[in-house]
């Protein structure tokens, strides 16, 4: 695995939720669905969502082991425009943010948001889940992936993203 930086990315500007999460290794995240994908249409460039939680350990490990290795940080920061998601953040929603399901339920927190984005659109609740997508169609450009530690399977998922979206 080679670690080092990847050349550096002009910050896309203050993202919503920025107060309360931070990305790893200097990485230019959203924190927000929507204001990730409006973002990647704007640019023309393909998502990667990370549904990711404070107490998730394999997350940890993932961004410590996998995604420093060059060309995976350098796919990351580059390629693709990262959100990431917080499934178990307790943090209330402002009261136009909140959303209720079909069920009735309202959900209230930033954690239940996203947790529930995974379920419905996803059908996983498991963490990490990485998903690729085409902002201007929200289809999936690539079979979603947990945490898998090779370094080589992992740029392997990342390219077939970006062959699929037309880079």
């Known amino acids: 695995m080679s670690t080092g930086s990847a050349a550096p990315v002009a910050s896309s500007g203050t993202h919503k939720y ?16 929507d204001e990730g994908m409006a973002y990647a249409k ?4 393909p998502v990667m969502i990370d549904f990711t939680g404070h107490a998730c350990v394999n997350c ?16 990351i920061s580059q390629e693709y425009v990262l959100i990431q998601l917080y499934v178990d953040d307790k943090s209330e929603l402002d009261e136009a943010d909140k959303v209720t399901t079909p069920e009735g339920k309202v959900l209230n927190t930033i954690g239940k948001k996203w947790s529930d984005l995974q379920t419905r659109k996803f059908l996983a609740n498991s963490q990490p889940f990485y998903v690729l997508l085409d902002p201007n169609t929200g289809e999936q450009l690539a079979k979603p992936q ?22």
Do not use: C, Q
């Not at 920025?18 to 669905?33: I, R, S």
């Not at 399977?153 to 979206?165: D, E, K, P, Q, W």
């Open 42 to 45: 704007k640019v023309n460039k």
């Open 18 to 33: 920025a107060d309360k999460f931070h990305a790893p290794l200097n990485l230019d995240a959203f924190f927000d669905y």
């Open 60 to 75: 940890r490990k993932m961004e410590t082991t996998v995604w420093p290795d060059k060309e995976v940080l350098r796919l």
């Open 146 to 167: 947990g945490a898998n530690y090779d370094v080589d399977n992992y740029i392997r998922f990342l390219n077939s993203g970006l062959t699929a979206y037309g880079k």
